[in-house]
C-alpha cells in the first residue's frame, strides 16, 4: 500500500488526488493517513539507525559473538529498555548476526572405524523371546 501512497504523493502536483485514488482503487483516508505518518515512520527510522549503531558498537565488543538475546540484555542494563524483537529485525535488516559456536557438532565421541558393526534385526541376529501358552498364564 505504501508504493501507490508513494506513487500518488508524487504524481499530486500533476493530477488531483481524488482522480489518483480513483485510478489505483484507492481510498482517500488510507492515503491522507499515509501522510499522516510520514513523521512517526521517520523518527522511528532515525530510532532504529540510532540503536542498530548501539547494537553494532556492542556486537563489535563482543568480538562478533553476542546474539540477539545478550545485545538485548546488554542494551538493558544500559538503561535502553527494548524489545527482542525488535532487536532481532534491526539485527537482520543490518546484516549483524551473533556467532553460534556449537552448530555441527553431534557428539564428543568418536566412532571406532575399526570396530565390527552391531548385529542387525535385518541379519536375524536378534530372536525373539519364546511364545506364552495358555498354561503359563494360569496360577
Not at 500533476?14 to 484507492?26: A, D, F, R
Not at 544500559?78 to 557438532?105: F, L, W, Y
Request: charged share 30%; net charge positive.
Amino acid at each position: 500500500m505504501s508504493k501507490i501512497c508513494r506513487f500518488i504523493h508524487a504524481e499530486k502536483a500533476n493530477y488531483p488526488i481524488t482522480l489518483l485514488c480513483k485510478v489505483t482503487k484507492t481510498a482517500r483516508s488510507t492515503y491522507y493517513a499515509w501522510v499522516a505518518g510520514r513523521e512517526a515512520r521517520e523518527a522511528r527510522r532515525r530510532a532504529d539507525e540510532a540503536l542498530a549503531h548501539k547494537i553494532t558498537v556492542i556486537h563489535l565488543a563482543s568480538r562478533r559473538n553476542y546474539g540477539v538475546p545478550r545485545v538485548t540484555a546488554e542494551l538493558r542494563r544500559q538503561d535502553r529498555p527494548v524489545n527482542r524483537k525488535r532487536v532481532a529485525r534491526v539485527m537482520r535488516e543490518h546484516g549483524i548476526a551473533g556467532n553460534s559456536r556449537r552448530t555441527g557438532r553431534r557428539s564428543l565421541t568418536k566412532a571406532d572405524t575399526k570396530a565390527a558393526p552391531s548385529p542387525s534385526a535385518r541379519t536375524g541376529a536378534f530372536t525373539t523371546p519364546p511364545a506364552r501358552t495358555e498354561g503359563a498364564l494360569s496360577r
